[in-house]
């Protein structure tokens, strides 16, 4: 066991390396230089070296290169071009609006998500299990983007229910930012929660038909209890695994719906950072997506491991 | 019958999408390079069926000649994950627990790790915006897919009595893997070439949305999406029909890829029944 | 500390809502844009956003715009001008403090324009300052400048966003923390979503009406539309989508305010490329397009048609748009006259903003109806600036030429148009060295003849300026002589 975690662990190491030098590379090679970004059109060419020289951008690609991986080892982002303040802080600001975001998306995409897999799955065949699945069909094909313009018409600015976007904060309380992140959570959780719906049903289906499972119907366990007691608990294992991925699908995938609902959250802070060549910025903010992801997935390989031994050899 | 019905809506609907943007080659009721603002905003007439957009141009024409757009970068997107991915999961099962084997499956990994549509964005945004960008964009994030799909299926092939008599027979892996095992994925790459169309389609319409798909004046759904936004409170069938011929061609995929699956897998078909 | 301060800035904020609740009648503002400030400091990047939110709020110059677009006396309450006008002695009003408590005087003065001109300045106008011979601190309210010759615009350059007056003791800092002399004192900024400002109790001037403002960051044009709509925000200034004002001006709950700016948009050409380079060419170009359909497709109606680069609301503005009507049928005899019978192929890199993208899209298909094949890419202002701007690689583009009076850069032969001309670079030569108004005003007409004849650029119209407002707010400023948001003047009707 303490072999493979350590192959693993040097696996991880050579993975997040060799993506600090590809997200390096790729940004690096972009046109566009953020000091003449930032300088305008006016600008004179020696205020432009002159700004290029305080941001750091006159030393040689591989020097900040190591300067980049280097703070980043002891947990220094670096200090972003145009906002001119350390990364980590922004960072850890913008997590205030993608966390929640992204958990509230989560919850009520699961929420859904469960009642909807088990009524089908219990329904099986029956007309109404396929207008349900005929339902999550429509909700996968619907781009979020156009979910939420329509909500946005519908319950901003028809309605009012709702602010048309933008993030209230936490300081007055946890109902009104919650609120503010109502709309977005919608509109990302409905392809979502139609996905895990359909996983839920199939893999219940797929351990109803287990032989336990007949046996226990068999020995005149009503058709509901065997769902509940048994099969529920079987069919969690993929339901798990999906409601994971999905997770870090949320963190950096609501960059069009915080675009929409302009929610100072981490994907527009990499969109913003895009367009004005904060490439440092850019940089940081991927890497540590980046990093995130792999880390999750080195813990549930352990985990895995733990559990299985067999995993521990070959694949 | 009913067994089919999936299959059958599916491919309907995706015909009728198929078909308009063949048509569209041959004939469209307007032309659309042709702008006439005092003809602009319309809602559905006569004379312009889905009605005219905020520079005058025909709605129906412009769908018809955007679901070409959109069509042509999923599938070319679907063509290098596959032309890619598919050798490469193909090798990795070939050298099984070998160097290029972890070697291959570790990219992967590494790829599954970046978040595709913030990387996506950052292609089109850093290189300029356009169709053959956003190809290579959605393109790239298809081949560990394919990889990893072809990969699992071939090392199961591996171990079957046929392959085994092949290997007897000395023939060398890569004659086995391309004689032998890629047919037999034929119907898996369908069924994930199905799925990995439709999500290309609405990634698609994602990067035209912010403005990083194909440029004007070639139309794209995603861009009329773009267009129509500031507009839908007073014009919303300029949301409402590119948006649904979006949705009806993904759902049209998703149900014939479903379909495809249960046709095709005796082993899930079974499980369902 | 960071934390605290937020917290008292929280707290604030929930004390002024409360008290809001109380009087019906409002003292604070929550004023929308489009874009945010990358930082605080208006003295070392061009973006406009940072002006936006502290000009005359929170930091002022020697001399400031009024909302008309005259200078008149900002920090400086009176100047004189020596014979020869090289010599300006300024008088500083006295008593004036920093937010931070520091008084403002000679040597702050001394200290900014030092700081902007200096060898390690990054000024994005650092040209404002370039004539500075010296600044010489004559007592503590008496500043002498010394310029190396006559300038006629120096009070106009002193009035500049990026000549404001800031203090050596919070230089350090500014880009976060902005400390100035104005009505308004920064408290909190949001990054992302908002700035907050509080009023400044030891104003010198007047005392503004509003307590507080707060200052949202609205980039996407249709959230914009629904935050206006929602009433989120009291005002948006520079409407990002001129196709939703009719509905505002509909609606009794809102006010739209339209004025002018000082934008020239025009088609700029690349004087340089072949077949650009012919001005038969450039003046077939001129005649394939139709103004009026490009200010009703891409601003839907709002905008002045121009005819050459000068903005229409100046007094010494020549309408010249007759040199280039629309004619289809002139512009392809013209293009036949230059070699191109069947036209030629060109590109037409277009920046982010909605003129631009939507009037490249209407210029391209007029373009194509004379028979010119115009490739459209849409760049972003970092690749426009890389490509456009400064590696002139490019046929053509649209954009706003937002600095006021500034048909000088035609004189200059590098500037990305490549128009190289001696007779204009000698008329500009005359005119800087020229102090008398009506010769100035006839060089200034001359000029203006020489570009729409040249045909440099395509000439399109005048940016308008457009805020919605909430139909109570009042003292908000029409036009954009200068990239403002003067709250100072602003008040609730009721």
């Not at chain 2, 099962?93 to 549509?117: C, W, Y």
């Not at chain 3, 937020?6 to 929930?14: D, F, L, S, V």
Request: net charge negative; glycine share 8%.
């Amino acid at each position: 066991m303490l072999q493979y975690a350590f192959k693993r662990a040097l696996s991880l190491c050579l993975s997040l390396c060799l993506a600090s030098v590809v997200i390096f590379a790729v940004v690096e090679i972009a046109p566009g230089d953020p000091a003449s970004f930032m300088l305008g059109i006016n600008a004179q060419p020696d205020t432009i070296a002159a700004l290029r020289a305080e941001l750091g951008l006159d030393q040689g690609k591989f020097v900040r290169y190591l300067e980049w991986t280097g703070g980043m080892l002891r947990g220094d982002f670096g200090t972003s071009y145009t906002y001119r303040s350390p990364i980590t802080d922004m960072v850890v600001e913008r997590m205030w609006v993608s966390l929640p975001l992204a958990l509230y998306a989560l919850a009520l995409s699961t929420l859904i998500a469960f009642p909807v897999g088990l009524y089908a799955a219990s329904k099986r065949g029956a007309p109404s299990d396929f207008a349900v699945m005929g339902v999550t069909q429509l909700g996968i094909a619907i781009p979020n983007f156009w979910f939420a313009m329509i909500l946005v018409v519908i319950f901003a600015i028809k309605l009012r229910w709702f602010s048309a976007g933008g993030f209230a904060g936490w300081d007055d309380g946890l109902f009104i930012g919650l609120k503010s992140l109502t709309l977005p959570a919608i509109s990302l959780a409905l392809p979502q929660a139609s996905i895990l719906s359909r996983v839920m049903r199939s893999a219940l289906i797929e351990t109803l038909s287990e032989d336990y499972i007949r046996t226990a119907r068999a020995k005149g366990v009503s058709r509901t209890a065997v769902l509940w007691r048994h099969a529920l608990r079987n069919a969690m294992i993929p339901v798990l695994t999906i409601i994971g991925l999905q997770f870090s699908f949320l963190m950096a995938g609501a960059i069009i719906i915080e675009q929409v609902f302009f929610l100072p959250g981490l994907g527009r802070l990499v969109f913003q950072a895009i367009t004005q060549r904060d490439l440092i910025v850019v940089e940081s903010v991927v890497m540590l997506l980046v990093f995130a992801v792999i880390s999750v997935n080195f813990f549930i390989d352990l985990t895995y491991a733990a559990v299985d031994p067999r995993l521990r050899h070959g694949s | 019958m009913m067994k089919y019905r999936s299959l059958i809506a599916g491919a309907c609907l995706s015909l009728i999408v198929l078909i308009a943007a063949a048509f569209s080659f041959a004939w469209i009721p307007y032309d659309i390079t042709q702008l006439s603002i005092p003809d602009k905003l319309q809602t559905p007439n006569w004379n312009h069926w889905l009605g005219t957009d905020h520079f005058g141009r025909d709605i129906l024409s412009m769908i018809m000649v955007g679901a070409r757009t959109s069509l042509a970068v999923a599938l070319l997107a679907v063509g290098i994950g596959m032309g890619i991915g598919v050798p490469l999961g193909l090798a990795a099962a070939a050298g099984r627990g070998a160097f290029i084997d972890e070697v291959i499956m570790r990219t992967n990994d590494l790829i599954f790790a970046f978040p595709s549509l913030v990387i996506a964005i950052l292609i089109t945004a850093l290189f300029g915006a356009g169709a053959m960008n956003a190809i290579v964009a959605i393109g790239v994030f298809n081949i560990p897919v394919f990889a990893r799909v072809s990969r699992g299926a071939a090392l199961s092939l591996w171990q079957k009595e046929f392959i085994l008599a092949a290997r007897v027979s000395g023939k060398s892996k890569l004659r086995i893997s391309a004689e032998h095992i890629l047919p037999n994925l034929t119907n898996l790459l369908i069924v994930q070439g199905t799925i990995q169309f439709s999500l290309g389609i609405l990634a698609e319409a994602g990067l035209s949305y912010v403005g990083l798909g194909a440029q004007p004046p070639t139309p794209s759904w995603g861009r009329m999406l773009a267009d129509a936004q500031t507009m839908v409170s007073f014009a919303p069938h300029l949301a409402l029909i590119p948006g649904s011929a979006i949705i009806l061609t993904v759902l049209g995929l998703n149900l014939m890829g479903d379909g495809l699956r249960d046709a095709l897998d005796p082993k899930l078909r079974k499980s369902r029944q | 500390m960071i934390k605290s301060k937020k917290y008292i800035a929280a707290t604030a904020i929930a004390f002024a809502t409360v008290a809001c609740t109380g009087f019906a009648a409002s003292s604070d503002i929550t004023v929308a844009m489009q874009l945010e400030p990358p930082h605080l400091d208006p003295t070392s990047a061009a973006a406009g956003a940072i002006d936006s939110v502290l000009y005359s709020n929170v930091f002022e110059g020697l001399t400031r715009f009024a909302s008309d677009g005259a200078i008149v006396a900002g920090l400086a309450k009176s100047w004189d001008i020596s014979q020869d006008g090289t010599e300006y002695t300024f008088h500083l009003r006295s008593g004036v403090q920093f937010h931070d408590g520091t008084r403002m005087d000679a040597e702050d003065v001394k200290f900014s324009l030092d700081r902007a001109r200096a060898e390690d300045s990054t000024n994005a106008q650092k040209a404002l300052f370039s004539g500075i011979a010296d600044v010489a601190v004559v007592d503590s309210t008496t500043v002498k400048i010394t310029l190396d010759k006559p300038n006629g615009s120096f009070l106009f350059n002193m009035a500049w966003g990026d000549a404001v007056i800031v203090a050596a003791e919070s230089i350090e800092d500014i880009k976060t923390n902005p400390v100035g002399t104005g009505a308004f004192i920064f408290q909190n900024w949001v990054q992302g979503d908002r700035i907050e400002l509080a009023r400044n109790d030891n104003y010198w001037g007047s005392a503004p009406a509003l307590e507080s403002a707060t200052f949202k960051f609205i980039s996407d044009p249709t959230a914009a539309f629904a935050a206006v709509m929602a009433q989120d925000v009291d005002v948006f200034t520079s409407f990002p989508a001129p196709e939703n004002l009719p509905q505002f001006e509909a609606d009794p709950r809102f006010q739209v305010l339209e004025g002018s700016t000082e934008g020239e948009t025009i088609l700029s050409t690349n004087n340089k490329m072949p077949p650009l380079d012919n001005v038969k060419v450039r003046k077939a170009i001129a005649h394939a397009i139709d103004r009026q359909a490009i200010i009703d497709g891409a601003m839907f109606g709002y905008g002045t048609p121009i005819g050459t680069h000068f903005a229409p609301h100046h007094p010494d503005y020549v309408d010249l748009t007759s040199n280039s009507q629309h004619d289809p049928e002139l512009a392809k005899k013209l293009l036949a006259e230059a070699g191109f019978p069947n036209g030629f192929e060109t590109t037409l890199k277009l920046p982010p903003p909605s003129y631009a993208r939507r009037g490249g899209e209407i210029i391209a298909s007029q373009l194509r109806a004379v028979g010119i094949q115009a490739e459209i890419s849409n760049l972003e202002w970092a690749q426009w600036l890389e490509q456009v701007f400064r590696g002139n690689d490019y046929g053509l583009t649209i954009v706003s030429h937002t600095e006021p009076m500034d048909i000088g850069i035609y004189a200059r032969p590098d500037y990305y148009f490549q128009y190289d001309n001696p007779e204009f670079q000698s008329l500009i030569t005359d005119l800087n060295a020229t102090t008398d108004t009506e010769m100035r005003s006839e060089m200034l007409k001359k000029a203006q003849n020489i570009i729409s004849k040249d045909y440099v650029n395509g000439y399109l119209f005048e940016l308008a300026f457009t805020t919605v407002a909430d139909a109570k707010v009042r003292g908000l400023w029409k036009n954009a002589p200068t990239q403002a948001t003067d709250l100072t003047g602003v008040s609730w009707s009721d």
